[in-house]
């Protein structure tokens, strides 16, 4: 009798280890490589390396609307001036503006997927690239909505013939209104989990990363029917507004600049307003204009993957840091970076 009972604990307990085991996540860490031409610094390697990436999201070209044409084009598209390392996968990523969804004809969104995904093959194949995964990028609206999710479609069928699957970018918005938003027909999406505040201040101190805003989004985060990764911001810029508006955003401005007392006068620790007119940044600010630092530390974004972890709703989810530059990977240790992740475990 006391065996029995001994071999029902002993199942009991082995079985609880097996459902823990399954029910903990193996994130992996990945990039989003954002820049016109690619060339993997140094740090850039290095970083790779020691968070062992299998894998970053890179733009190919962006697709807006030209509106002297009256169709939309390609722009911006990458060069690559290096060998992408064999042991780095790449996952295209095509920025498409909202605009071009809105203006284009329900009757050019076939030829637009099929230049897209042609563009694409051509891009891969003189920089001998082995493709298995494509992603769009679009912030769609109301008014964009249907004819994006056509063009997924058809962009999906173009590929699906060569095996390979397609993702797409989700805003926070577009999570919590489901029903208005839609569901793009794609095989996974990946959270934008930044840019959820308004760029004027208003409500936010930080429109970048206010985790405040975000719990207000990801109520259904559990229940979306794609698989989602999770991007997270490691950028950083400064906000110039004048008069209350908006009037530009500023990258690469360093802390130090801005504590230059002779030209700004802090207002907070994290906004300034210009004492005398002058240039900075190529920029002419004008006396009065106000300057608002925002940057994402590493306790913000460990906090992000604590509210993220328990409704992550696939078992090896990636996390992606926006984006791979210098100036960003500086601001952070490859292991402080690896916390992170390890926060989604």
Request: glycine share 2%; with cysteine; proline share 4%.
């Amino acid at each position: 009798m006391r065996s029995r009972y001994h071999t029902i604990v002993l199942v009991t307990i082995l079985l609880f280890l097996l459902q823990s085991c399954s029910s903990e996540h193996k994130p992996h860490a990945s990039f989003y490589y954002w820049k016109s031409t690619f060339r993997l610094s140094k740090t850039d390697s290095s970083y790779l390396a020691q968070l062992q990436v299998k894998q970053i999201n890179v733009k190919f070209f962006d697709v807006d609307w030209n509106f002297e044409a009256g169709k939309a084009l390609p722009v911006a598209e990458i060069r690559f001036t290096e060998q992408v390392p064999n042991e780095l996968s790449i996952i295209p990523t095509i920025f498409i503006t909202n605009r071009t969804m809105v203006q284009i004809p329900v009757s050019q969104v076939s030829d637009l997927a099929t230049k897209i995904t042609t563009k694409i093959r051509s891009i891969a194949d003189s920089n001998h690239l082995s493709i298995k995964e494509i992603q769009l990028d679009c912030d769609w609206s109301g008014k964009s909505r249907e004819k994006f999710f056509l063009l997924a479609s058809l962009v999906k069928k173009n590929i699906s013939r060569q095996s390979i699957q397609l993702s797409a970018t989700i805003r926070l918005h577009q999570l919590k209104y489901i029903g208005r938003a839609g569901i793009p027909p794609v095989d996974k999406g990946i959270l934008m989990f930044y840019n959820m505040g308004s760029l004027d201040g208003r409500g936010t101190d930080n429109s970048i990363l206010d985790l405040n805003i975000a719990r207000q989004y990801l109520r259904r985060l559990k229940d979306y029917p794609l698989p989602l990764d999770i991007a997270l911001p490691i950028y950083q810029w400064v906000v110039l507004q004048r008069e209350g508006q908006v009037i530009n955003l500023l990258t690469n401005v360093s802390v130090e600049a801005l504590h230059d007392t002779l030209h700004f006068k802090p207002i907070t620790q994290k906004k300034f307003r210009v004492r005398e007119s002058h240039y900075f940044h190529s920029l002419y600010l004008y006396r009065g204009d106000e300057l608002r630092l925002e940057e994402i530390s590493l306790s913000q974004l460990q906090e992000s993957a604590d509210l993220l972890n328990p409704i992550v709703n696939q078992s090896e989810p990636h996390i992606l840091f926006y984006y791979l530059d210098e100036k960003n990977l500086t601001r952070y240790a490859p292991e402080d970076l690896q916390k992170v992740v390890n926060h989604f475990r």
